[in-house]
């Protein structure tokens, strides 16, 4: 990767003008070590970090000391592009490395210039943050969500397509989605299909009962 790679991301126009100096970046690159913070929960974001090396996953701890991994990101990633201009520019959730990984911190100034110059940069960078707010949504949703068949209905409705849903994802990976354990959403599947308001196998299922998949979340 070179130090253009932070720009490509968002725009595609930045690849051929990657000599320019007009795509001069002020930055600085750090490593960090598998299971290292990056950044914790409530500290301020002062530049746009990037990842360009390795893995990396977001956790956040409510008040009531409950943890829930928001997402898991492998580079190249650009990490709380959409806090960089915020108010309350404050990480929501900790940033821990799962690899060794390694991350180029872009000034502001340097965005900052980059959306003046450039409007496919800026459209790029709209449409990342849009798409990327509306993810924090739907896990913020999930989060709110009492009991794991609570979690489970809403993240099966919001899959379902004529009365057919796939999770699209292992129960293990959906149960650190959900942020509970294994067995446990296990137990709430099997439950509802003994109740008929689902049918599971393989990783998909039918709504039997729409009803009552709705009165879980309430």
Do not use: W
């Not at 974001?45 to 928001?70: C, D, H, R, W, Y």
């Not at 806090?83 to 100034?109: G, R, W, Y």
Request: charged share 25%.
């Amino acid at each position: 990767m070179n130090n253009n790679d932070g720009f490509m991301f968002f725009c595609a126009a930045c690849k051929k003008s990657a000599g320019d100096s007009t795509c001069a970046i002020d930055y600085t690159i750090k490593r960090y070590s598998r299971g290292e913070y990056i950044a914790y929960q409530n500290s301020k974001v002062t530049n746009l970090p990037f990842l360009m090396k390795g893995k990396i996953k977001t956790m956040i701890v409510s008040e009531a000391g409950l943890t829930l991994q928001i997402a898991k990101k492998e580079a190249p990633f650009p990490i709380a592009a959409t806090l960089l201009f915020a108010q309350e520019n404050k990480f929501p959730v900790d940033v821990i490395a799962l690899e060794d990984c390694e991350i180029m911190h872009i000034s502001k100034t340097s965005i900052e210039q980059k959306i003046r110059e450039c409007q496919e940069f800026l459209h790029g960078f709209l449409a990342f943050n849009a798409s990327s707010l509306q993810y924090i949504s739907e896990r913020m949703t999930i989060f709110a969500q009492k009991g794991i068949k609570a979690k489970l209905s809403y993240y099966i409705i919001s899959k379902e397509t004529k009365g057919h849903f796939r999770l699209g994802c292992s129960i293990v990976s959906l149960s650190e989605y959900f942020g509970v354990e294994r067995p446990s959403l296990s137990r709430a599947i099997s439950e509802m299909v003994r109740d008929k308001v689902i049918t599971f196998n393989s990783g998909e299922g039918d709504i039997l009962n729409y009803e009552a998949l709705q009165e879980l979340i309430r």
